[in-house]
Structure formats: structure tokens, C-alpha cells
């Protein structure tokens, strides 16, 4: 949380932040899949995944000291508190993490979340995920809430498959085919991926901006901005600024 209240002092627009579903069927904001880089050994949740632990279990667990003994106090949090101390000011960038193709339980639950926090987050949330099925399934499951403004009109949320070419990601959705499998609304590249074909082919001819990550060099992220990306994700807001200049 300290982390997304520094990017809002830095003025960046938005965060983003990647969810797991816990054992009691919360949402917690977890990037890992276990505890065991970001924690202390005897700290660290046995080293079992946040899908095996209760929210009770992490909430003790220790992710601040990572980064300095100054930051030890710095605890798991829940997606509705971030929602909560965020939305409608800044959007976030909710990423599904799951490995599941079927049956899979998180996106269905976090369809149900932002449906019970109403328009507060409605035009202030995008959801995204490496896996084409869970964005699907959320779709599916947005659709079925028939969520509507104040004016009356259907509410939708967008949606972005994210891909790399790393070894962990199934060879087949190392190059985005993902999102004709998700029929995402926008891309979300390794900014190594990126280049003007490729812009021009998902933001120009398929009409799906490209937002690149992880970009932390100034010069590359206005490079970036400058040649048609629709923004870039970072972890230097406090360098890059809003590239007004």
C-alpha cells in the first residue's frame, strides 16, 4: 500500500497490481505465487501459496522488509482496500493470476467485487492477465451482472492479455495470440515485443491500443509515447512524469 500511495504522490494516473484468490475466498494483492522472495524465512507463510493460506494467515506475513527495515510494518492488503483508498481518483490495473482454464474461481469473484462497489470503480478499472481464459471467463461474468450508470447505460471494463516471451508462458501465447482468445480489448506487451509493425497491427488495423511494460528509462517510455502506445508501465512514476513536456 505505501507503494501505491507514493505513486500517487508522484502523480502517475494509475497503478497496477496483481491479485491471487486466498483460502477463505478473498482477493489479496500478491504478485508471487508464494511469499518466499519478498518475505522473511521464518516469515514467509511456509512457503505455500496465498491460494492455500487464509487472509488471516498473510495478513501477518512480512512484505515491506524486502525493501528496507523502514518498510517491516508493510502487509498483504486486500483488492477492496485498494478500490477503496484509490477509486475513482486513479484507475487500477487489476492482473488475474491464475494458471486455471476452466473452473477457475477468481475472475468470477472479482466480477462480484467491483459489482458491489457500483460506479465507484466502474470507470476506473481495467482487469488483465497472461491467461486468455480467465479474461474471458471475466468478461462472461461481467456481462451477466447487466451492470449500468447512473444515466442508465451498460457499463463495461477493459480488458488486456499480457505476454513475453519467457519460458514460463506456453509457447503459444508468447507472440499475443491470447487475445483472440480473450477478445481483449487492448494489449499489454515486454516492451522488447514492441516495434512499428507491430503498433501499427494492434493499434491501428486490429483497434487495440498497446500499452508496453516494464519501461523505467525516460528516453524509451517518450519513445514509446511518442510513436502511438496508448501509455507504458512503470516502476520509476517519480522519473518519467506525465510527459507533458
Known amino acids: 500500500m505505501a507503494a501505491f500511495k507514493k505513486a500517487r504522490e508522484c502523480g502517475a494516473p494509475g497503478i497496477e497490481l496483481d491479485i491471487h484468490i486466498t483460502a477463505d475466498g478473498k482477493l489479496v494483492v500478491v504478485h508471487d505465487d508464494n511469499f518466499v522472495r519478498t518475505a522473511p524465512p521464518d516469515n ?3 512457503g505455500k501459496k496465498p491460494e492455500e493460506l487464509s487472509y488471516d494467515e498473510i495478513k501477518h506475513i512480512d ?13 498483504p492488503v486486500l483488492l477492496e482496500e485498494v478500490l477503496e483508498e484509490f477509486c475513482p481518483d486513479m484507475y487500477v490495473d487489476i ?3 491464475s494458471r486455471k482454464t476452466k473452473d477457475d474461481p477468481l475472475p ?3 466480477a462480484e467485487t467491483l459489482k458491489s462497489f457500483g460506479e465507484k470503480v466502474r470507470t476506473a478499472v481495467t482487469v488483465s492477465s497472461f491467461n486468455p481464459f480467465c479474461l474471458k471467463t ?21 480488458t488486456a492479455i499480457i505476454w513475453c516471451t519467457d519460458p514460463e508462458v506456453p509457447w503459444i501465447l508468447r507472440r499475443g495470440f491470447g487475445r483472440i482468445l480473450s477478445s481483449c480489448d487492448y494489449v499489454k506487451p515486454i516492451h522488447k515485443q514492441i516495434n512499428t509493425f507491430s503498433r501499427f497491427r494492434f493499434s491501428v488495423f486490429e483497434k ?3 500499452i508496453p511494460w516494464t519501461v523505467d528509462d525516460f528516453s ?13 508501465i512503470t516502476n520509476r512514476p517519480q522519473d518519467l512524469g ?4
Open 44 to 46: 514467509n507463510g511456509n
Open 63 to 75: 512484505v515491506g522488509s524486502f525493501f528496507g527495515p523502514e518498510w517491516s510494518a508493510e502487509k
Open 95 to 97: 492482473e488475474l493470476k
Open 108 to 110: 468470477v469473484l472479482l
Open 138 to 158: 471475466f468478461k462472461q461474468e461481467w456481462k451477466k451482472t447487466q451492470c449500468t450508470s447512473s444515466a442508465g447505460k451498460a457499463v463495461d471494463i477493459s
Open 208 to 210: 487495440r491500443p498497446v
Open 220 to 232: 524509451l517510455a517518450k519513445k514509446m509515447i511518442n510513436a502511438g502506445c496508448e501509455g507504458i
Open 242 to 245: 506525465t510527459f507533458k513536456n
